[in-house]
């Protein structure tokens, strides 16, 4: 019934807000569908499970705001090659893993993201702290001042 309801809804807006709670369960992979749509605002609904894949068909898209949900699983790789997106928001989710680097996922800012509380990566924490590398390398027990990892293997 809701998703039907959604689905109706997106066919005549290329915009569209869903104001505040009225939403749960999925977003309908179908949604994908919609190629036209270049503004999504799903926030502050109850939205669970993961952000769809087919979102990524949606070559139109600039703006897609889908904080305060509760979006779980990691961020579908194909959603940071949107390369019209530039404003996005993601926070007060569930989501975990990384966020996509060396994509514009990296240039938007910290509060895209925050309140997800197993979310990695630029711009939410560093990438030596995600990628588990201790900041200052041990190397005998001592600590090797301004030494990066090119000079470590170059040690060995
Ligand atoms: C999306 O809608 C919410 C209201 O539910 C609003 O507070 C928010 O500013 C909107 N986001 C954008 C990017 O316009
Ligand atoms: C994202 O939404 C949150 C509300 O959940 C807001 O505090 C934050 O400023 C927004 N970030 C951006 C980039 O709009």
Redesign the pocket.
């Given at each position: 019934m809701e998703m039907f309801l959604l689905v109706k809804i997106l066919t005549i807006f290329t915009a569209i807000n869903f104001l505040c709670n009225k939403f749960s369960g999925q977003i309908p992979e179908e949604i994908g569908g919609f190629k036209s749509l270049y503004i999504l605002n799903l926030?502050n609904n109850a939205f669970t499970g993961a952000i769809p894949r087919s979102l990524s068909n949606m070559r139109k898209l600039e703006s897609s705001?889908l904080?305060?949900n509760s979006l779980n699983e990691q961020i579908p790789a194909e959603f940071a090659k949107l390369t019209l997106l530039s404003?996005?928001?993601l926070?007060?989710n569930h989501l975990v893993g990384r966020i996509s680097h060396s994509t514009q996922f990296s240039t938007?800012?910290k509060?895209?993201f925050?309140?997800n509380k197993d979310l990695l990566g630029p711009p939410l924490t560093t990438d030596d702290i995600a990628a588990g590398f201790s900041p200052q390398p041990m190397f005998n027990g001592r600590r090797f001042p301004n030494s990066g990892h090119d000079q470590i293997i170059g040690m060995l």
């Open positions: 926030s705001d904080s305060v404003f996005l928001n926070s007060n938007f800012p509060s895209s925050e309140g």
